[in-house]
């Protein structure tokens, strides 16, 4: 017996279904991660920016501060 033949094919009405239900399951789950890992980067650039201010702006706007980003930003670009 073949994997095949473990499959009816004279019920074109219930593979239609079928095929409806797992692809709206896959697009859920699809955009529940999309979401999920939005929400990640946000809140990782957040806690990034947390210390930046913190730290090196002192909790201010510096007149440095563009300068200390872009040197940041081309350190972790390599």
Do not use: C, H
Request: aromatic share 6%; charged share 20%.
């Amino acid at each position: 017996m073949s994997d095949s033949s473990l499959i009816p094919t004279n019920n074109p009405i219930d593979e239609a279904l079928l095929f409806q239900r797992v692809s709206a399951i896959i697009e859920s789950k699809k955009s529940q991660a999309a979401a999920y890992a939005n929400r990640e980067v946000t809140l990782m650039f957040w806690e990034i920016g947390q210390p930046i201010n913190s730290v090196l702006l002192g909790g201010e706007r510096a007149a440095y501060g563009r300068r200390v980003v872009l040197n940041l930003t081309e350190q972790l670009r390599q």
